[in-house]
């Protein structure tokens, strides 16, 4: 029986260049949905899931990511003192949402080399690994659906979707055999092919159920030409020498760290709003009809 997975990894070190400016003095992972930090939607996935403890892969600068899941005595009191009781609860819930540890990465050596930072604080136990550019709409959350391949077949799960021809030198891209509907053992996993080289258009997206043996090999790989430590590498030894089953996510996946996810990650979680809904197809409708004039 495959033990249960109670751990997931965030890493949250990266610079957000693709969105700058605002991620010059923001962490890209506060930016809203909505009116929720992104990473709380993130950390909100995990609880659904049934994770019961949040590891965060920082780095200097962000420390507002981790504050943002810390008790704020000062704003507590300012909301208790002028009656906001809505708020005040809203706040406290957010600072008692999961236990978080944080682990400083501190060179940018890779997201390999930021998940094994997870190493000691992980152990000998399987673990979830989520992407915070990856905004995903989904009921049950992606995650759970995840840990439920896990818990089926035992074996690492990658989440992949397809994806146009032309956009495969994006992403990290398996091959292997579909053996169910949703469902593949993966073979090989190859990062960014060049165009026209890409062994199939089923790509990789960031959710991971990993078995701690992928630190070993995390510690064993080679870097890369930019002295990075790539996860990608350590997948296709994991598909090697284990298994690792790729999972056809249901829901739709929002690319956070590009303006237009970003935007249309907005318009998906406010239409699923009751109260923003209808003045938000309202005011969709209209636009179109204008610019259809």
Not at 174 to 188: F, I, M
Not at 231 to 237: E, I, S, V
Not at 273 to 279: G, I, N, S, V
Request: aromatic share 6%.
């Amino acid at each position: 029986m495959s033990k249960k997975v109670r751990k997931a990894v965030i890493p949250v070190a990266g610079l957000g260049t693709r969105l700058l400016p605002v991620t010059k003095s923001v962490p890209k992972e506060l930016l809203p949905i909505v009116d929720v930090p992104a990473i709380q939607v993130i950390v909100e996935e995990c609880i659904a899931s049934g994770i019961e403890e949040v590891i965060f892969i920082t780095s200097r600068g962000k420390g507002q990511v981790e504050d943002h899941f810390d008790y704020s005595y000062e704003l507590e009191c300012h909301l208790a003192e002028r009656g906001k009781t809505h708020e005040l609860e809203t706040v406290r819930n957010i600072g008692g949402m999961i236990r978080t540890v944080a682990v400083r990465q501190k060179k940018p050596l890779g997201l390999g080399h930021a998940i094994l930072c997870a190493k000691d604080v992980v152990g000998d136990e399987p673990f979830l690994v989520l992407l915070p550019d990856d905004i995903i709409s989904a009921e049950p959350p992606c995650a759970r659906q995840m840990l439920d391949v896990y818990e089926q077949y035992g074996e690492g799960v990658v989440a992949v979707m397809e994806v146009p021809n032309d956009e495969t030198d994006r992403y990290g891209i398996v091959s292997g055999e579909q053996w169910s509907p949703g469902l593949w053992r993966v073979r090989t996993v190859v990062e960014k092919p060049g165009k026209g080289t890409a062994p199939s258009n089923q790509a990789v997206i960031g959710r991971y159920v990993l078995p701690p043996i992928i630190f070993d090999y995390l510690e064993e790989g080679q870097v890369d030409e930019t002295g990075e430590i790539q996860l990608t590498d350590a997948l296709g030894r994991l598909a090697r020498e284990r298994a690792l089953i790729g999972y056809e996510f249901q829901g739709r996946r929002h690319d956070i760290g590009d303006r237009i996810g970003l935007i249309t990650a907005n318009v998906a979680f406010a239409l699923n709003r009751p109260e923003l809904r209808p003045k938000l197809i309202e005011f969709l409708l209209a636009t179109a009809k204008e610019l259809g004039e």
